[in-house]
């Protein structure tokens, strides 16, 4: 057990990634003023349910368009990457 403790302390090649989700986000309020094109796109590391119970719960419609895995960390306000298919090609 302690050599395999040791061995997450030597090692300094931790590895971390994450999921990035792109959603159309448009308000359901009833009440709000609606503009002609109210719909947004939106890049987040919050899982659907978790996005729409942190912006809004049944105040908002979020349709999840795709999602892909990120390298890295996501903490200190760091955006989320881009899509790789995002990418221009050589």
Request: glycine share 8%; proline share 7%; aromatic share 14%.
């Amino acid at each position: 057990m302690g050599l395999l403790f040791t061995s997450f302390l030597v090692s300094g090649s931790a590895f971390a990634e994450y999921r990035a989700y792109q959603y159309l986000v448009k308000s359901s309020d009833p009440y709000a003023t609606s503009t002609k094109s109210d719909a947004r796109y939106i890049v987040s590391s919050l899982n659907p349910q978790n996005y729409k119970s942190f912006h809004g719960g049944q105040l908002v419609t979020v349709d999840l368009l795709r999602t892909w895995i990120c390298p890295g960390y996501t903490g200190r306000g760091t955006a989320p990457c881009d899509h790789p298919y995002d990418k221009e090609t050589p």
